[in-house]
């Protein structure tokens, strides 16, 4: 089958670094991505990741070892705007990208 | 404004009786896909349409038709709603020319609560 694994809770401070795991055990994998979430609204994408290493996008940057089926998602400067839910998703199925879901974290901010 | 509208934004239904959720989305994307989100859960898929007139089954399928008559549009079906059905609709697409690129646009959502 398919699963996903990752906190379900993290806590941090404004200002600070939080890194967000995830692992995975799936067949047909192409990569993994990472979603946000605020309030139960739309998620919306952040990062993709098909090949092993260190994906940067601004204060957020995202990892993948496909060899540890394991990846993170790495919060630089935390804002409070930040807390939300994070779910970490494997692309499988070739010919459409379906994904599976993680059971998300959500992300508290404190001042 | 391009992207995914769904209605109705919210419903309250009994159960036994038949509704559909609809999805238009503006960006001529090719694949669809339809999931539930109940809390503790995820997201999780339950059909999904790689381009118009084909469509395929998700992780949780059972209870739910779906059809891809053009492009845009991609409504989803409770033939007869059970109360376990409650949850959160998501409708999603994504670009086919980005195949396996994990990139997916939500709508803002569908709350159903079925009595």
């Known amino acids: 089958g398919q699963s996903l694994e990752q906190p379900s809770e993290v806590t941090a401070v404004e200002g600070a670094i939080v890194q967000i795991n995830c692992t995975y055990q799936?067949?047909?994998?192409?990569?993994l991505s990472w979603y946000q979430q605020h309030d139960g609204g739309a998620p919306t994408f952040l990062s993709y990741?098909?090949?092993?290493g260190l994906e940067e996008t601004g204060r957020f940057s995202s990892f993948l070892s496909r060899s540890d089926s394991y990846g993170y998602l790495l919060l630089q400067e935390l804002q409070m705007k930040d807390s939300a839910s994070y779910f970490c998703?494997?692309?499988?199925?070739?010919?459409?990208?379906?994904?599976?879901f993680g059971t998300g974290t959500l992300l508290a901010v404190q001042p | 404004i391009a992207g995914i509208t769904q209605a109705p934004t919210s419903q309250i239904l009994a159960a036994g009786r038949r509704m559909t959720l609809r999805c238009t989305q503006d960006?001529?994307?090719?694949?669809m896909y339809w999931y539930r989100q109940d809390l503790g859960l995820g997201l999780r898929l339950i059909h999904y349409?790689?381009?118009?007139?084909?469509?395929g089954k998700g992780e949780v399928p059972d209870g739910y038709s779906v059809s891809r008559a053009n492009t845009d549009d991609f409504p989803l079906t409770l033939a007869s709603a059970v109360p376990s059905q409650t949850s959160v609709y998501f409708c999603?697409?994504?670009?086919?020319?980005?195949?396996?690129?994990?990139?997916?646009?939500f709508g803002p959502g569908t709350r159903l609560t079925v009595l």
């Open positions: 990741n098909a090949l092993d």
């Open positions: 799936t067949s047909g994998f192409y990569g």
């Open positions: 998703a494997v692309t499988y199925g070739g010919a459409t990208n379906k994904l599976i």
């Open positions: 349409s790689n381009t118009a007139g084909t469509t």
């Open positions: 960006m001529r994307h090719n694949a």
């Open positions: 999603a697409s994504s670009d086919s020319r980005r195949e396996g690129l994990g990139e997916q646009f």
